[in-house]
């Protein structure tokens, strides 16, 4: 098959090209830095030429009231060159439990974009996965200090991203699931748990306080970022992915 992979190049898009390429695969691997901006269009149209698939893994480059906008732009434009160039599936990397958290800017509009690709004119398959393990640093950064890292205990079920990969791989090379499959890691962590599991792996000796204001999951109620049932597991476990990732 020939694949496109838009934000071929970023955490899940490079590994993704990879992985597609050994299984035999034709892959063109599309972003800014190979002239293709998903915002205007250019480039698209080439980049398309001649594609079965496309895989969209692009992110805004916000997650504040800014990403509708993006998001609508964007699926709208792809949309269109893919009807344009033939393509025969279309499909799109989510987020677990995205549309039960409209109090977040970002997951509002990754729920948009999910409803446009539904309702547009291509076979589609929505690949929706738990958090990375690779963000969690990031996710503690938004509420450190010196001292501490304030956490909400808000359940999560995260995975590695070459998990996430793996689910796409074999997406993008079956027929068009015109529906959404879950992904999600094999072990489910209260934030604030997992928290002080990666400061215990990286010999930091800060603190984790428990916080149900602090940071972006504070808004999250409930287990609506767990994976129900039906979804694939990934066999990564979160400690040892810690062990072969050491800072």
Known sequence: MKI?????????????????????HEVVAASLSTGVDLLTGAGLDRALEGADTVVNVTNSP??????????????GNLLAAGERAGVRHQVILSIVGVDRVPQLDYYRAKTLQEELLREGPTPYSIVRATQFFEFMDAVMSWTADDGAVRLPATPVQPMA?????????????????????????????????????????????RAVVTDARAGMFAAVVGDVLIAGDGARLAPTRYEDWLDGHPR
Request: aromatic share 4%; charged share 20%.
């Open 4 to 24: 496109t992979v838009i934000g071929g190049t970023g955490l899940i898009g490079s590994q993704l090209v990879s992985r597609l390429r050994e299984a035999g």
């Open 62 to 75: 916000t997650f504040d009231e800014a990403s509708p906008d993006f998001f609508r732009t964007t699926m």
């Open 161 to 205: 991203a070459a998990d996430v990969v793996a689910a796409l791989a074999d997406v993008a090379a079956a027929p068009a699931l015109n529906g959404t499959l879950d992904v999600a890691g094999p072990e489910v962590f209260p934030l604030d748990e997992l928290g002080r599991l990666t400061l215990r792996a990286r010999k930091d000796g």
